[in-house]
């Protein structure tokens, strides 16, 4: 199973970290499932993202779920504009793992 999700639906600017935490625990509960073959965060039509939004959405997503299962199933759609955050928050908490 493959699933699409769409961050647009939380709006156009994804600036705080209860945003993050919202989303992440809907996401994590899915990046868990067997059947799941991948995962794609859609950010098409969003505008803006801030450190803390993703450090809480997806930094801590590194921090509970095993690297193997993040990079297998976890995909980005549409996230040119946001790379640059993206980047440094998954970089960031990779490095700081044991």
């Known amino acids: 199973m493959?699933?699409?999700?769409k961050l647009i639906t939380?709006?156009?600017?994804?600036?705080?970290?209860?945003q993050g935490l919202d989303i992440r625990l809907q996401l994590?509960?899915?990046?868990?499932d067997r059947n799941l073959e991948?995962?794609?965060l859609d950010f098409e039509g969003v505008?803006?993202?801030?450190?803390g939004f993703i450090d809480e959405?997806?930094?801590?997503?590194?921090?509970?779920?095993?690297?193997?299962?993040l990079n297998n199933k976890l995909r980005f759609k549409s996230s040119e504009k946001h790379n640059r955050?993206?980047?440094?928050v998954i970089e960031d908490r990779w490095k700081n793992i044991d």
């Open 10 to 18: 939380f709006g156009d600017t994804l600036a705080t970290r209860k």
């Open 57 to 69: 959405l997806l930094g801590k997503l590194i921090d509970d779920i095993d690297s193997s299962t």
């Open 28 to 32: 994590g509960t899915k990046l868990q």
């Open 85 to 88: 955050v993206i980047n440094y």
């Open 2 to 5: 493959k699933e699409l999700y």
């Open 47 to 51: 505008e803006l993202v801030t450190h």
């Open 38 to 40: 991948h995962l794609t």
